[in-house]
């Protein structure tokens, strides 16, 4: 396809120029000739040239790291699919699930807003030549000096939920577009929100009428279901109770324009989601209220692939069966890249990558079996809830030198990762592109 046909995609998109992006990308997605997948490829590519790089027996401090490879064409299959299915609701990327440098630059020329909810997140999207107004800073309890630095910036949208919060606009940025954002029921969701944000519906008219005492500027309204969220009456809940909220903030004389509505997303509910949620924008709000969303692990779950290196193993002997299983410790753990496993709820798969001269990835022997050899995975750290697995099986006698690799890895993963014992919490990124759209936006070969 070429950068024309991509341009008028993205920028103008219809149903038909949509299903056609659809059916070249899956003839570039999938050789038809030989039935190759062409991101398992890519990636499978990149990890294997970098594995096979490292010489583990005079590499310097640190070339053994972990690393990820992104595949930044499935970002950009996940913006056409929410644009096929979300017409009216425009993507602001939640920056916080994965501030990497490449996602942002692709998801600012696909024209992308951004949800920020620091002064941090705010100056690197702003860095990426990404207009203010592009930007919701969608922290409803703000530090006071990054609402001056917003201010400074021009960046004027943001939320509140509270009386405080009122005040502290008041004084600092009395000029801003503010959203009221309202609790909704999350209790079917990864990460529960509405236990810390978010104004109990019986608060909202209380809060409109301060805000008009005040003679600050309300714009909208804001939601969020929560972070992964697997209900899609969620959704249908929350706008209905954004539409009471639109009509008391009517009665007070504000000329409600926007609907947030907030993220929750993810990639194997999507369509459910997005149908409910579609229905739900149709019969509760006309079209000239403009809607936006902030979808984070939507766009980037999918698209990175984490590879981890076997640093060292522990035999542990059944003394009764004569049995062994092993203890094998990886450079990653739950103080760096494997943080989701604490509070994002998230189970990795650990994949057999490489054991001695052989690579396995995408392919039957590097899944866990039933049987074969028990391992636990554990992270480098002196703590010992730092363990990946309690227990998992392979076909391959693992030993320290072998890579072992982790799918799904793009969100709350790399954003998340300290410093805890001296480990390092930068890891190297590998930038592959498997669909012509990406590539085009980049300019990658």
């Given amino acids: 396809m070429s950068p024309s046909a991509i341009e008028t995609i993205v920028n103008n998109p219809s149903l038909e120029s949509l299903e056609t992006y659809f059916e070249n990308s899956k003839r570039s997605y999938i050789d038809l000739n030989n039935g190759v997948n062409i991101p398992k490829q890519l990636i499978g590519n990149a990890l294997k040239e970098r594995v096979q790089s490292i010489d583990h027996e005079t590499c310097e401090a640190g070339d053994e790291d972990t690393f990820f490879v992104a595949d930044l064409g499935e970002v950009y299959r996940q913006h056409m699919r929410w644009k096929t299915n979300l017409p009216r609701v425009k993507p602001f990327y939640a920056v916080k699930c994965n501030p990497d440098p490449q996602v942002i630059r692709l998801l600012a020329k696909l024209g992308t807003g951004f949800d920020c909810a620091s002064k941090a997140e705010i100056e690197q999207v702003l860095k990426a030549g990404v207009e203010p107004h592009r930007i919701i800073y969608a922290q409803p309890c703000k530090t006071n000096s990054y609402v001056r630095y917003a201010a400074s910036q021009g960046v004027k949208q943001m939320t509140f939920d ?15 577009e503010l959203f009221l954002r309202i609790s909704t029921d999350d209790s079917s969701s990864l990460c529960r929100l509405s236990l810390k944000f978010g104004a109990a519906m019986d608060t909202t008219t209380d809060l409109l009428a301060l805000a008009k005492e005040l003679d600050l500027n309300v714009v909208g309204v804001s939601f969020h279901v929560g972070s992964g969220a697997s209900d899609p009456l969620a959704f249908m809940n929350a706008v209905q109770d954004a539409r009471t909220v639109f009509d008391q903030a009517e009665t007070f004389g504000f000329n409600f324009h926007t609907l947030d509505v907030g993220g929750g997303f993810s990639s194997d509910t999507f369509d459910a989601m997005a149908a409910v949620l579609s229905s739900a924008l149709d019969e509760y709000f006309p079209s000239n209220i403009n809607v936006i969303g ?10 990175f692939t984490l590879a981890c290196h076997v640093i060292a193993r522990r035999t542990i002997a059944d003394e009764q069966s004569g049995a062994h299983s092993y203890m094998l410790y990886m450079n990653d753990g739950l103080y760096g890249n494997f943080s989701s496993i604490m509070f994002d709820h998230q189970n990795p798969v650990a994949q057999v990558l490489k054991t001695g001269e052989r690579f396995y990835y995408d392919t039957m022997a590097s899944q866990p079996t039933c049987d074969g050899i028990e391992y636990s995975i554990w992270g480098p750290t002196c703590d010992g809830i730092d ?50 759209g990406a590539k085009a936006m980049l300019g990658m070969n």
């Fill in 162 to 176: 509270n009386t405080d919060e009122l005040y502290k606009i008041k004084k600092l940025f009395p000029g801003a």
């Fill in 387 to 436: 363990r990946i697995a309690e227990s998992i099986r392979f076909s391959h006698d693992l030993d320290v030198g072998d890579w072992l690799y982790f799918e799904e890895m793009g969100a709350y993963t790399k954003c998340s990762a300290t410093r805890f014992n001296g480990f390092s919490d930068s890891h190297d990124v590998i930038y592959v592109a498997s669909d012509p």
């Fill in 294 to 303: 902030e979808p984070g692990r939507y766009y980037v779950a999918c698209a």
